[in-house]
Nanobody, 128 residues
Framework: QVQLVESGGGSVQAGGSLRLSCAAS????????MGWFRQAPGKEREGVAA????????YYADSAKGRFTISQDVAKNTVYLQMNSLKPDDTAMYYC?????????????????????WGQGTRVTVSS
């Protein structure tokens, strides 16, 4: 089992930045792919970015390219999502997810079906 705890959400004005963190615990030895997803009010949850844990290879949805950066601290079993140039459309609950102990990251936008472990989410609100 893998437990995930997100932090770093909050309220920010358009054009601002936030860095989300996701700390993993439990069976972290088998972590393979970790991803960030978001769900805006009234919309389905969508993949934002993912990283192959250890190797550090990153994958992004088109909407995240150029503004968001996913990174990792393997020693801390933590992944981050640096979000810059935030827009009101980025307002959502952001979730961290993990894939373990097998598999890899899908090329491009991460898909919910690939991730068995989920955090509780952290809310991001971007005002205009």
């Amino acid at each position: 089992q893998v437990q995930l705890v997100e932090s770093g959400g909050g309220s920010v004005q358009a054009g601002g930045s936030l860095r989300l963190s996701c700390a993993a615990s439990g069976y972290t030895y088998g972590l393979k792919c970790m991803g960030w997803f978001r769900q805006a009010p009234g919309k389905e949850r969508e993949g934002v970015a993912a990283i192959y844990f250890g190797d550090g290879i990153a994958y992004y949805a088109d909407s995240a390219k150029g503004r968001f950066t996913i990174s990792q601290d393997v020693a801390k079993n933590t992944v981050y999502l640096q979000m810059n140039s935030l827009k009101p459309d980025d307002t959502a609950m952001y979730y961290c997810a993990a894939r373990a102990p097998w598999g890899t990251c899908r090329n491009g936008r991460p898909r919910e079906v690939d991730f068995p472990y989920w955090g509780q989410g952290t809310r991001v609100t971007v005002s205009s």
